[in-house]
């Protein structure tokens, strides 16, 4: 076996066991394992992908950011990762809320059936207080899934009448 099959052999064993305990919610576990992986092999679109989903979640936004721009780079093609740099972007809020509106389109031309992305449109024009754009990108999230939890509470936030 050469070093390079070593290398991805590692990576493998040491990202699989990472996604376990990120399943478990043992995340200190699954931040040692995914960094271990990381470190056989950086250039692994789902190790980065998933250290900036526990960082960004942490709160710790730039790392995230940086973590999923390096996936995006590996698999350009990951809705979810576009997704999820938006919505860091969205979260760092100002002029980065352009930022996250131009990963939103990346997103939309490879999956327009994500109700996360008119989510997010809705909340950045919330954010900015357009308030009536907001409820229109939010009622479109619900009808690409009336599931979706996070769009039906900033609606119902959005249509209370103000005290």
Not at 35 to 64: H, M, N, Q
Not at 70 to 78: A, G, H, I, P, T
Not at 98 to 120: C, F, G, R, T, V
């Amino acid at each position: 076996m050469s070093m390079n099959n070593e290398h991805y052999r590692m990576a493998q064993i040491h990202r699989d066991r990472g996604k376990r305990h990120y399943a478990a919610n043992e995340i200190k576990e699954a931040v040692a394992e995914l960094t271990e992986a990381y470190k056989f092999d950086p250039r692994d679109p789902e190790i980065l992908s998933l250290l900036a989903e526990i960082y960004g979640a942490a709160g710790f936004i730039d790392p995230a950011a940086d973590l999923i721009q390096k996936s995006l780079r590996e698999n350009f093609s990951d809705v979810r990762g576009w997704i999820m740099l938006a919505n860091l972007y969205a979260q760092k809020g100002g002029a980065y809320q352009e930022l996250a509106l131009e990963q939103l389109n990346q997103a939309e031309n490879l999956d327009p059936k994500q109700s996360m992305i008119p989510y997010l449109r809705g909340n950045i024009c919330a954010r900015r207080g357009q308030i009536e754009e907001a409820k229109n990108y939010l009622r479109k999230a619900l009808e690409l899934d009336p599931k979706n939890m996070y769009a039906k509470r900033d609606l119902d936030i959005l249509n209370k009448p103000p005290e």
